[in-house]
């Protein structure tokens, strides 16, 4: 079969930022059913969670599947498809009469040739599965099934984003309780906009690379809320796709203008200490939010520390704005030892890259400020004895 030119890091990128920014996963669910079935060019998905008191699959998100078809009844776990409970991805090319599926008659009635399943999982425990439906007998690549398995277990990563969050709050609402205390409702992190990267095509096996690495980056920051990891793991996985010499993480001191490091890699410790970067002397354009390439350092009479870059062996830079609620908070900064060229398709995975970072820095100070509130009711509970 024709590989087809499925944008994976495109897709992925919004399936991403959708899990890092939105707290409800049932939203996140349906965002992935609903962006899968054009990627894939497939006839409909489904996403179920296995009940574990009745053992059925209960539906939490459905794209173009007839209300007739999922209401044909209940699913069990153990008679269909039970081989993706064991983790493992699964595809039935005639689904109408394979005796794994349960319902081949309804199936038939929708117009379902193939079915696709691929586990969700949450810290190896199988909790449910991500079905995509053809209307046509087809197999599906390495790529491809790759592709789905992973946006399957960013469901189960959404999943363990959303519960972790609810468990604080969940305990702080407690001591709030106890205490008799109104609580003051902090604001959760704004939503980004769920936007497509481009519209335009991506080159296929560069996104597919970039996919594969963004997912690398995604896991880390979904598994470890110390932002520090997250940015140090996209500051090396950038170095290492794009080939370049180094790379940099610096946020905004509001306070005396510098831009501070928070992660480095490819960069000699006497660069890195050559004296105090400042924002608005240093590439200014980008707090403005705007993306800068110099691509001669040595013809550029406006960068700090121009000399030490030169003896760093640093040709060429590029800087791009990291954003939060729509405030510029740092710079992702990119260097290369040679007059580089980035294509679209760098451009917009170099964005993608920096606007985890923004979402790492704020969902680890999110997190870190619901802890101390809880630590300090408690505190003040014990100290009034009421805890």
């Known amino acids: 079969m ?12 919004e399936v991403s930022r959708s899990i890092l920014s939105v707290l409800d996963s049932k939203e996140v669910l349906r965002l992935i059913v609903k962006r899968i079935v054009p990627a894939m060019k497939l006839k409909a998905a489904s996403l179920r969670l296995l009940n574990e008191k009745t053992n059925d699959l209960e539906l939490a998100a459905s794209r173009f599947l007839s209300k007739k078809y999922l209401r044909k009844g209940s699913l069990d776990a153990d008679k269909s498809v039970p081989e993706v409970l064991e983790g493992k991805p699964v595809l039935i090319i005639d689904a109408q009469n394979d005796p794994r599926i349960q319902y081949r008659k309804e199936k038939a009635e929708e117009g379902i040739a193939s079915v696709l399943s691929v586990p969700v999982q949450i810290h190896n425990k199988v909790i449910g599965m991500l079905r995509l439906y053809t209307s046509s007998p087809r197999s599906f690549t390495e790529e491809e099934i790759e592709f789905a398995s992973a946006l399957g277990e960013m469901a189960g990563l959404s999943i363990i984003n959303a519960r972790m969050y609810e468990k604080e709050k969940e305990k702080l609402t407690r001591l709030f309780n106890k205490g008799g205390i109104e609580p003051v409702h902090q604001k959760r992190i704004n939503k980004y906009g769920i936007k497509t990267v481009t519209k335009e095509t991506f080159n296929t096996e560069k996104s597919t690379e970039f996919f594969k690495i963004l997912h690398e980056v995604t896991r880390d920051l979904l598994y470890d809320l110390n932002s520090h990891g997250v940015l140090g793991s996209v500051v090396k996985k950038t170095i290492q796709i794009l080939h370049i010499k180094g790379c940099c993480i610096f946020l905004v001191n509001e306070t005396t203008g510098r831009l501070e490091m928070a992660a480095s890699g490819g960069l000699s410790n006497k660069y890195l200490q050559k004296g105090p970067l400042y924002a608005d002397k240093s590439m200014p354009d980008v707090v403005k939010g705007k993306v800068v390439f110099i ?11 121009r000399d030490e870059a030169i003896k760093e062996g640093i040709v060429s830079i590029l800087s791009v704005p990291i954003f939060v609620k729509g405030y510029v908070i740092g710079e992702l900064r990119l260097y290369s030892a040679d007059k580089r060229k980035y294509d679209k398709e760098d451009i917009e995975f170099i964005l993608a890259s920096a606007e985890i970072g923004g979402i790492a820095i704020t969902n680890s100070k999110f997190y870190q400020r619901l802890k101390n509130d809880i630590k300090f009711w408690e505190s003040t509970l014990s100290y009034l004895d009421m805890n």
């Open 295 to 305: 691509e001669d350092i040595a013809a550029n009479k406006h960068i700090q520390y």
């Open 2 to 13: 024709v590989r087809k030119e499925i944008a994976y890091f495109r897709v992925f990128h």
